[in-house]
């Protein structure tokens, strides 16, 4: 059984510049997480999604981040501009059952 | 609300000892744990999780966990370590019925010396 998928692994653009990260989940997940993780620190959830829905979003800087799940099933995280402090690895996780969160490999973004 | 305390940001410890990493939280209400591994460029991998019932958990690769609910604690444990068992371990913890946030603690770097 393939894991999350997340696309591109690795992105560096400079400040002010839009970045998209692509996830697909694991097939039948209809719960899928994006989430933040800081150098030195543990994962921060970004936004959850319940089939198409965003049901909690509270942590998603709304000015320039945004997130979609159309159909259900992969997702994209946008941000536009980039700014120096997005820096990080972005994680995206998918669950079947509320609890056990599997995650994908992350995109490590560096905004110069 | 609950959080998570890793005591320990680095353990570094010598190929097949054994190895203890501490886990602290706080919460008002009951709690699932979990503890996840991350290897370097690799996202996070499920070890082990505490829903209810017998408060010594085995995970895989040979770590085991004790919940401690006097104490708070959920520390995870291997008797022997390898040199493959280097990487990033992050404690984790969301209130118990329903969906709820996970919420992670810091991590501890866990290095193993030949």
């Known amino acids: 059984e393939a894991g999350v998928v997340q696309s591109p692994r690795y992105k560096i653009i400079e400040k002010k510049q839009p970045v998209a990260f692509w996830c697909n989940p694991i097939s039948g997940h209809n719960t899928l997480y994006w989430y933040l993780q800081n150098l030195g620190q543990g994962p921060e959830l970004l936004i959850r999604y319940e089939n198409e829905e965003a049901v909690d979003d509270s942590q998603l800087p709304k000015d320039r981040f945004s997130a979609e799940r159309l159909k259900g099933v992969d997702s994209t995280l946008k941000i536009q501009p980039a700014e120096l402090g997005d820096s990080a690895v972005y994680l995206c996780?998918?669950?079947?059952?509320?609890?056990?969160?599997?995650f994908g490999p992350g995109t490590r973004l560096t905004v110069t | 609300a609950q959080s998570v305390t890793q005591l320990d940001s680095q353990v570094p410890v010598f190929e097949e000892a054994p190895v203890e990493l501490r886990c602290n939280y706080s919460s008002s209400v009951s709690v699932y744990l979990f503890w996840y591994v991350q290897y370097p460029n690799q996202g996070l991998q499920l070890l082990l999780k505490y829903l209810s019932g017998s408060t010594l958990v085995k995970g895989i690769n040979g770590f085991e966990a004790e919940f401690n609910k006097s104490q708070t604690s959920f520390h995870l444990r291997k008797p022997s370590v390898h040199i493959s068992d280097t990487a990033e371990y992050f404690c984790a913890v969301t209130l118990s019925g329903g969906y709820n946030k996970l919420i992670f603690g810091a991590g501890t770097r866990l290095a193993v010396h030949p």
């Open positions: 996780a998918s669950s079947l059952e509320h609890h056990e969160q599997y």
